[in-house]
């Protein structure tokens, strides 16, 4: 039986469209994707995104534990800060990417993907160091997601901290709405915004507080999806899998080479030194099409790859996709079609974000790096 998040109820009260994601019933939209979208881009929408996974890491040795499992460096990141890295297997595959941040010396808080709680517990769990001890919140915790420029804003006379001294990446424990709360400036749309740690019982009070704003709309996932793409980020199990490594997905900035012995850190070398047999890149349609994850990119009538993922841009008026392609062929301005339904359709490829976001991965990460998701 799929999982309930705590606001639930709210989201049947108020019209949402359900949809079962990651073992979770959720909102796909409420007014309809486009309407979400915009709201997004140009106030604030707020998302219920407490199916992600919430990790506690703690012990003398949890930021060893971290150095060895991401490829990013966490070694420097300070209390108050989060970073943004996959999470490698042997051959250098991805077996997720999330957000890991310092709320003290020996604690850190994680949020990874939902569909792979249970694999990254167990992987985590065979390589803590030490009397590192790895802990799952579970039900009696959830994350609310404010996204857009309003946000400040509009969360600012909620919380009893100053939201304007938090930076991009920066977290603080708080009081919102009169609850308990550890606030982040993270998000997966590419806008300015915060995501919200309460406890379960508190998701309701807090929802509702956000809600009474005439600038703020509910919203589902099918926007969060278009914005993330929109914005170029990668969503594990489409740009990212076991099977595809940081290197191919275009996270080289992730890949910390200089901080020692990582988890897949021997085989991430070797493909940096020979090169990825495919690169991630962006796709814009030129022809009045959807490209879906799956459909294959030609050149000449030749197969240069697949798409990952796609979608109708609200933003921009048409079609765009991220694509693993040949090397040669993720570069800007290569026009290629995509082979939809039996039926070419034309497209160049293009540099990601494709719209001008203010909170690229790239802006938010503690160490020169980025973000997604996530998720």
Known sequence: MSKKTPLFARHIAAGARMVEFAGWQMPVSYTGINQEVTAVRQGAGLFDVSHMGQLDLTGPQSTETLQQLLTNDVAGVETGRGVYSPMCNENGGTVDDLIAFRISDDRWCLVV?????????????????????????????????????????ILSPCVDTPLAALGKNGCSTAFCCGCPALISRTGYTGEDGFEVFVRASDAGRVWD????????????????????????????????????????????????????????????????????????????????????????????????????????????????????????????GRHVHVSIRNDLKEAVTVAAPFVGCVARPECLSTISNKEDNGT
């Open 113 to 153: 993907n939902a569909s792979r709680v249970a694999v990254d517990v167990e992987w985590m769990s065979d390589h803590l160091v030490g009397e590192t001890e790895l802990l799952i919140r579970g039900s009696d915790a959830a994350l609310l997601a404010l996204q857009g420029p309003a946000s400040e804003s």
């Open 209 to 332: 507080s956000l809600t009474l704003s005439p600038q703020v709309a509910p919203c589902g996932l099918g926007a969060r999806d278009v914005l993330r793409l929109e914005a170029g980020l990668c969503l594990y199990g489409h740009e990212l899998t076991e099977d595809i490594s940081p290197l191919e997905a275009g996270l080289d900035w992730t890949v910390k080479f200089s901080n020692g012995e990582f988890i897949g850190r021997d085989a991430l070398m070797k493909v940096q030194q020979s090169g990825a047999s495919r690169r991630l890149t962006g796709i814009r349609m030129t022809d009045r099409a959807i490209a879906r994850e799956g459909y294959a990119v030609l050149f000449n009538g030749r197969p240069i790859g697949s798409v990952t993922s796609g979608t109708y841009s609200v933003t921009l008026g048409s079609g765009i996709a991220l694509a693993l392609l040949e090397p040669e062929f993720a570069s800007p």
